[in-house]
């Protein structure tokens, strides 16, 4: 470079980093290298006070010729791809995603390493949603529900690691709109899991984590810094709430199974190990009796989630659902001892056809009836009357 450390002694930061940025553009033209088509350019040099984000690209000053600081270069050229700084949720906290290479390196697990005969500290790579926005996720790989009132078991390959396999989806993602009614605050939900290998070496354990995605675009780790999930371990989304249970993870093969179910109003659910089937409504769950219950109020068998066992602990228990009241249903009249004639009539004035069985004689009065009063029945149905001869008593 053809300047003097007494020229960068005159500058002044962060103003000047523009400047240092572009005598570092100017040495590249100069050694023919053309960097104009590239979407962000990062100079590294060797004399200043100060780094980070200038209008025409990105600074990095190492003065002591044996540092790489390899986690901050990462997180810069981050930036120069358009990523943001990340957050931690409960409450806000900018670089608040340790495991999120653009919240170095406040809070981030971080390594040492040598290269070149250079030390540094690296750190963790990328959240899903930095990694695909960064398109980083192949096709195919992130799994959404098609609709709401879904239960699924979804099995998770870890980010940042070389692929030996696809045995299931790199990250989980839940739209606002994927819920009935849909989120009011439009975030999406995204779930993933790290391993403890490459770039996540330093991690605490294997873990899944889970992040709020704003409408700000930005990404909040849930539900504060340094949260994870392991097995047995649950989270659940504010209203509407769907819950996300993390089954299982395997250590050997390196997969999380996550299940992951939401409780619309009008849905069904039953737990796993249980036969009783809930109609979900107004925040409780009702007791479905039986079949002809299930089929009389519209629904079938298909429309039955399974969750896991404790997964509708959370509802109050509300009343029964009763077979509902149909156009075509009647009560039957309680007509027993009635004169036979007047009973008849009754039987018929309700919309039911009217039988006579026993004695044809008259007069005559009802000492049974079949169905019995109070009963209620498809209207048209007979309705028989056992006649005993004489007037009533």
């Not at 590239?38 to 980070?52: A, E, T």
């Not at 960064?134 to 390959?157: C, K, N």
């Not at 779930?191 to 909040?220: C, Q």
């Not at 089954?247 to 036969?275: F, H």
Request: charged share 20%; net charge negative; glycine share 10%.
């Amino acid at each position: 470079m053809n300047h003097s450390s007494s020229e960068v002694n005159q500058l002044h930061f962060p103003g000047d980093r523009s400047t240092l940025v572009q005598w570092g553009l100017d040495t590249a033209v100069a050694n023919g290298v053309n960097l104009g088509n590239f979407r962000s350019v990062l100079i590294v040099q060797n004399y200043g006070v100060d780094h980070g984000a200038a209008g025409n690209g990105i600074l990095i000053v190492h003065q002591n010729t044996s540092l790489c600081e390899f986690g901050f270069i990462a997180h810069e050229m981050g930036h120069g791809f358009g990523l943001p700084h990340s957050f931690s949720a409960n409450p806000d906290m900018e670089y608040g995603d340790g495991w999120d290479l653009m919240s170095f390196a406040t809070t981030t697990f971080q390594f040492p390493i040598q290269f070149k005969g250079t030390n540094g500290d690296a750190t963790v790579g990328l959240n899903a949603r930095n990694l695909e926005r960064l398109t980083g996720a192949p096709e195919g790989r992130i799994w959404s529900p098609s609709s709401a009132d879904f239960s699924a078991q979804i099995t998770l390959d870890p980010l940042n690691q070389p692929s030996l396999g696809n045995h299931g989806a790199l990250i989980v993602k839940l739209p606002a709109n994927a819920t009935r009614p849909s989120r009011t605050n439009g975030s999406t939900y995204t779930m993933e899991f790290r391993r403890k290998a490459g770039w996540d070496r330093n991690i605490p354990e294997d873990a899944v984590l889970i992040h709020e995605v704003r409408t700000n675009e930005f990404s909040y780790l849930q539900p504060t810094v340094w949260s994870r999930f392991t097995s047995g371990q649950e989270f659940i989304t504010p209203d509407p709430k769907v819950f996300i249970r993390v089954v299982n993870i395997d250590t050997v093969q390196g997969t999380a199974t996550l299940r992951i179910w939401d409780i619309p109003n009008g849905s069904l659910r039953k737990e796993y190990s249980k036969p009783k089937v809930f109609l979900i409504e107004n925040g409780t769950k009702r007791w479905i009796p039986s079949p002809e219950i299930l089929f009389a109020i519209g629904k079938t068998w298909a429309d039955v989630r399974v969750v896991p066992d404790g997964g509708l602990s959370s509802l109050p228990d509300g009343p029964d659902v009763q077979p509902p009241d149909q156009p075509d249903n009647v009560e039957v009249p309680d007509v027993t001892e009635g004169e036979a004639e007047s009973a008849a009539e009754s039987i018929r004035n309700a919309g039911l056809e009217p039988r006579f069985s026993g004695t044809t004689e008259r007069p005559a009065h009802v000492i049974r009836q079949s169905p019995a009063g109070g009963e209620r029945v498809r209207r048209g149905t007979t309705v028989t009357l056992t006649l005993r001869k004489g007037p009533v008593q």
